[in-house]
């Protein structure tokens, strides 16, 4: 069966500081990716997509870039966050049967 | 540019009622819509998935309909729970582009009393 991993679940972060969150996936091959962002009261916003190891499309320009250096792996980061980067972060892929997410990354910058 | 929109934004309901979740979308070029259910702090739960050449899908209490024509899907969920209290989220996918991501709705937040 297919799953989703995601972590780490809570992050605090002071501002400045570097950021790395890790999705893989397992039990799929060449999975579409993706990760959104849901900050309170906007609803969940579309970051970046793959369809395939080093491909990513970014939907909206801000502070994160995501990268696939594996066919099931999928990593968002920042050199620098801001205090505008927190929200729930989300990971999800997709197939035929539709789209799978993860538990999501509470992230807070202080 | 596709815009998707859940009327209403919160609804409470005492235990036992039937009740609908609305769910519009202004460009009928879908590719699918799927209902995702969300608790507080956790991730999205999958509830059902319409391919664009389906009219409904059901699960359960659960029952989902999609009408292109008018841009409209509804969640129907039969003799409501307790547990069944979370935000429900409607989104679709684009036509012609399956495999690019899903467009959401901001959502309802359902709370069942007892």
């Known amino acids: 069966s297919q799953t989703i991993h995601q972590w780490p679940a809570t992050l605090v972060q002071p501002v400045g500081s570097p950021l790395s969150l890790e999705c893989t996936v397992e039990g799929t091959s060449n999975p579409n990716l993706y990760w959104y962002r849901q900050a309170a009261g906007r609803g969940l916003q579309l970051l970046f997509y793959s369809v395939g190891i080093g491909q990513i499309s970014s939907e909206v320009p801000q502070n994160l870039s995501a990268s696939r250096p594996q066919d099931r792996q999928f990593i968002l980061s920042s050199k620098k966050l801001l205090l505008s980067d927190s929200g729930f972060y989300l990971c999800?892929?997709?197939?035929?049967?539709?789209?799978?997410f993860g538990s999501g990354t509470r992230l807070t910058v202080v | 540019k596709q815009e998707v929109t859940q009327i209403p934004a919160a609804l409470s309901v005492p235990e036992g009622e039937n009740l609908v979740l609305n769910c519009s979308f202004t460009d009928s070029a879908i590719y699918n819509l799927q209902w995702f259910r969300q608790d507080p702090g956790k991730g999205l739960t999958s509830l059902l998935l319409i391919q664009s050449s389906q009219r409904e899908q059901t699960s359960g209490r659960l029952n989902a309909s999609l009408d292109k024509s008018s841009g409209r899907s509804t969640l129907y969920i039969a003799a409501s729970q307790p547990g069944d209290s979370a935000t429900y989220l409607c989104?679709?996918?684009?036509?012609?582009?399956?495999?690019?991501?899903?467009?959401f709705g901001k959502g309802t937040t359902l709370s069942v009393s007892s």
């Open positions: 999800a892929w997709s197939a035929s049967k539709g789209y799978t």
């Open positions: 989104a679709v996918g684009p036509l012609n582009q399956a495999g690019t991501a899903l467009i």
